[in-house]
């Protein structure tokens, strides 16, 4: 499997956008980048995924280069709410089921 | 519409104690995984159902760990003759089989051996 690598932590203002990269550079063509988040206390929570193509969601965009070898996860208008660790995983969509996070992104949102 | 859902959401349990925990997946979902995860560590894949298929047992910690799923749908996790070790939050997770890695997780429980 791809590993990836994420920042550490960020600080975002609340309101502003929160872009959140991840490095995945020896991602192979039929993986997926999935971005999960964990609000402290709460089972973790599946945001988006993509395969090459800039995705949308109600909760967040999800864009990758077209080498594949990064994305970023856009939240477009943080919350408070948002504070969580958030986790950029790829996988092969139908056949990778045991999840493993890294350490992920702690991204604290402040008002 | 309805979520994971699990209970108890919280189980404090004395040393040697078996205890039960209960999944209730989305409705619909074909695929069911139970985790869990230590105070600050990451996940730990326990167990996997799809559909009629024989369950994926490969990250059950110990023979004290066993787990059903009945009618394809609720499931639940026993611990026999509980030990300390075994405190931890217990997820429970569930997907389409198409998207595997698209999973929808519950609240957990939160287990306590004391």
Known sequence: ?111 | GAGVSQSPSNKVTEKGKDVELRCDPISGHTALYWYRQSLGQGLEFLIYFQGNSAPDKSGLPSDRFSAERTGGSVSTLTIQRTQQEDSAVYLCASSTDGSRSEQYFGPGTRLTVT
């Open chain 1, 1 to 111: 499997d791809a590993k990836t690598t994420q920042p550490p932590s960020m600080d975002c203002a609340e309101g502003r956008a929160a872009n959140l990269p991840c490095n995945h550079s020896t991602i192979s063509g039929n993986e997926y980048v999935y971005w999960y988040r964990q609000i402290h206390s709460q089972g973790p929570q599946y945001i988006i995924h993509g395969l090459k193509n800039n995705e949308t969601n109600e909760m967040a965009s999800l864009i990758i280069t077209e080498d594949r070898k990064s994305s970023t996860l856009i939240l477009p208008h943080a919350t408070l709410r948002d504070t969580a660790v958030y986790y950029c995983i790829v996988s092969l969509r139908s056949n990778d089921y045991k999840l493993s996070f890294g350490a992920g992104t702690t991204v604290t949102v402040r008002a």
